[in-house]
């Protein structure tokens, strides 16, 4: 590398940490200017940035170092780019206080005599007032514990990034132990991923959690350990249940397997589907529908539906061919010769391909799945400046399909070039 290249590098890693620090604190999702610049350059320093790694040479901790402090850059942002943390800081008042976050409607709790709790503000900025929690127990615990370490702080946001940023900081520290040999090219597509930082720290999405249970599930030596940290992901999000068809046949960790599950499911019963009928009208039940937040394919279903007035099936018939095809591939054992992290891969990416809803902190385990491996740096910016570009279906409906559209334009030729590739080199 150059002299010039060289300082060009450091100056991009100098202000990369000040761009985060300036689109978390003073971001806006309603401004479609503000989220096409955001969407370009964050991802495009994301990428530039890909080479600064070298500079590090072979000192990881280092590298480690400048890694907490593009997270710490981002601590005490306020939620402008998303409003999921006011629902999770609601349950988590509640919960304090004794009150289950599943028998009512955040609207019906605060309408009830004595249980005002100061709780209106947390309501008039909430995306969900009049839709049951979904969110399971453990969680409910951490954004609880996130709460109370807030009021040593003197903000519950604060205690919340906190603990989200101790817990990313042990993240990247478990993906050094897994992948010792990885360059540090491809510890940065998790390092310095924008939508890792900007998502799961400063947005404070529990996602980052689950990248701790899918590295604990990685790195487990013995059958117990991975089954009590897969219990963990299913104790995290209901979607990781999918998972299961990532361990390949074994009579003795399948019996376990069934087991662990089924106590997973009664613990999601007995909490987020104690009322099955609230849930499936008003709460986890609508992630069934269309909320035009979708992936690649739902929306060629709902364009199908929408002439004959059937639109708000297109999520289920998308889940349904999802399931049939995880249920094809694992009975003709597909996926067999691939490691766990591969598997996970292919049935995540699926999973993203045919959800009817697709928000961008949902990319966070599926970039985590592609560390270890090379030159994913172009296919990671590209779907880091989607996922940033999705931001525009909140200030206007319609712009659903320029987001389809520009997926489908980006994706398409980004495969086209690497099947064209593949076929020169074999």
Not at 241 to 250: H, K, S
Request: proline letters at 4%; one cysteine or more; charged letters at 10%.
């Amino acid at each position: 590398m150059s002299i010039g290249n060289k300082s060009i590098k450091i100056i991009l890693g100098v202000l990369y940490p000040l761009l985060l620090f300036v689109s978390t604190h003073f971001g806006d999702r309603s401004d479609v200017s503000i989220i096409l610049v955001v969407a370009a350059i964050l991802p495009l320093y994301f990428y530039f940035l890909s080479d600064f790694c070298s500079l590090f040479g072979k000192h990881f901790y280092p590298f480690f170092l400048y890694s907490i402090i593009l997270r710490f850059a981002v601590i005490g942002s306020p939620a402008v780019w998303s409003d999921d943390i006011y629902r999770y800081l609601f349950d988590a008042r509640i919960f304090l206080e004794g009150i289950s976050p599943y028998q009512y409607t955040p609207q019906d709790l605060v309408g009830l005599n004595g249980y005002h709790l100061g709780l209106e503000p947390l309501l008039s900025k909430m995306n969900s007032p009049n839709y049951y929690s979904v969110y399971p127990l453990l969680l409910q615990c951490f954004f609880s514990l996130g709460t109370l370490f807030g009021l040593a702080l003197g903000s519950s946001f604060l205690g919340v990034q906190v603990l989200l940023l101790v817990a990313d900081s042990l993240n990247l520290y478990l993906i050094r132990k897994l992948f010792p040999q990885a360059t540090m090219k491809s510890y940065w597509l998790y390092f310095g991923n924008p939508i890792v930082i900007f998502e799961g720290v400063s947005q404070m999405h529990p996602e980052v959690l689950l990248i701790t249970g899918f590295l604990l599930l990685f790195g487990a030596r013995s059958t117990s350990s991975r089954i009590l940290s897969f219990f963990l992901l299913t104790q995290l999000k209901f979607n990781t249940f999918l998972f299961a068809f990532g361990f390949l046949w074994d009579r003795t960790l399948w019996v376990r397997l069934f087991a662990i599950t089924g106590l997973s499911l009664i613990l999601w019963k007995v909490t987020v589907f104690s009322d099955l009928v609230s849930q499936g009208s008003a709460g986890i039940g609508l992630f069934f529908h269309s909320f035009r937040f979708a992936g690649i394919l739902e929306p060629f279903f709902y364009l199908l539906l929408y002439p004959f007035q059937g639109e708000y099936l297109s999520g289920i018939i998308s889940f349904i061919v999802l399931c049939s095809i995880y249920i094809f591939c694992f009975k003709k054992n597909l996926l067999f010769g691939l490691n766990l992290q591969n598997r996970f891969l292919f049935i995540y990416s699926l999973f993203l391909l045919f959800s009817p809803v697709i928000h961008p902190w949902y990319w966070i385990p599926w970039i985590l799945f592609l560390v270890g491996k090379e030159k994913m740096e172009i296919l990671v910016t590209l779907v880091s400046f989607l996922a940033f570009l999705s931001y525009g279906l909140y200030v206007y409906t319609d712009f659903v399909y320029i987001h389809w559209m520009v997926s489908i334009s980006v994706l398409g030729y980004y495969g086209k070039k690497q099947i064209n590739y593949f076929c020169k080199t074999t």
